[in-house]
């Protein structure tokens, strides 16, 4: 049973590029979380999706972030014109669909450098 | 808002020296306290889940506790793979937007 899967495991980017972060959820869960790690700090959210939704995407900066969790697919965070700053881990989490609140499983992450 | 505060920021034992890891919250609710280990360049590591105050689990050389303010991760006897960053997280409402604190860095020297 395969666990949450990220790839790329580390991506290069210079200023101005775009890049794309994909993530596939555990076999059996709809709900994914996208996160990210700046340097000694701690893992902040960013945007909750189930298939074909953005629930909640208040943690996700504005202007240049998006997500995505289309009918078949990875789940895709994109981010546009990279910046310095936008160096960090993200990671993706999944959850099954439940009523009560479910244990997120992460992935290995994604660690963006750009130069 | 939710508010998650984890002391010490780093510990250092000697393998077999037992101690505690502590993490403090403030939420509007309680819906449950995760703990999750990360090593490093990996990502979390699902540990427990504590949903009542009360409410003990363990695992291996790992026991959580869960009071109404905060809880403790207790490591007994501990081994050198028992070292890595250790993360106290609570849930919002909805369940979804969780918060995590920035974590313990624990090294056990053999």
């Known amino acids: 049973n395969a666990g949450v899967m990220q790839n790329p495991r580390h991506l290069v980017r210079r200023r101005g590029q775009e890049a794309r972060l994909r993530c596939s959820p555990m076999?059996?869960?709809?709900?994914v979380y996208w996160y990210r790690q700046l340097p000694e700090e701690g893992l902040k959210f960013m945007v909750y999706?189930?298939?074909?939704?953005?629930?909640?995407e208040s943690g996700m900066p504005k202007e240049r972030f998006s997500a995505e969790f289309p009918k078949e697919g990875p789940s895709i965070l994109r981010i546009q014109q990279v910046v310095r700053g936008d160096s960090a881990a993200y990671f993706c989490?999944?959850?099954?669909?439940?009523?009560?609140?479910?244990?997120?499983?992460f992935g290995p992450g994604t660690r963006l450098l750009v130069l | 808002e939710d508010q998650v505060t984890q002391s010490p920021e780093a510990l250092r034992l000697q393998e077999g020296e037992s101690s505690s890891l502590n993490c403090s919250y403030t939420?509007?609710?309680?819906?449950?306290l995760f703990w999750y280990r990360q090593d490093p360049g990996k990502g979390p590591e699902f540990l427990f889940t504590?949903?009542?105050a009360g409410e003990e689990k363990e695992k291996e050389r790992l026991k959580a506790t869960l009071t109404k303010k905060e809880s403790f991760l207790h490591i007994t006897a501990p081994k050198p793979e028992d070292s890595a960053t250790y993360l106290c997280?609570?849930?919002?409402?909805?369940?979804?937007?969780?918060?995590f604190g920035t974590g313990t860095k624990l090294q056990v020297i053999p």
């Open positions: 939420v509007s609710g309680l819906r449950g």
């Open positions: 989490a999944s959850s099954p669909l439940s009523e009560h609140g479910e244990t997120q499983y």
């Open positions: 076999k059996g869960h709809s709900h």
């Open positions: 997280a609570v849930p919002g409402r909805g369940y979804q937007k969780v918060t």
């Open positions: 504590l949903y009542s």
């Open positions: 999706l189930q298939k074909e939704n953005i629930i909640d």
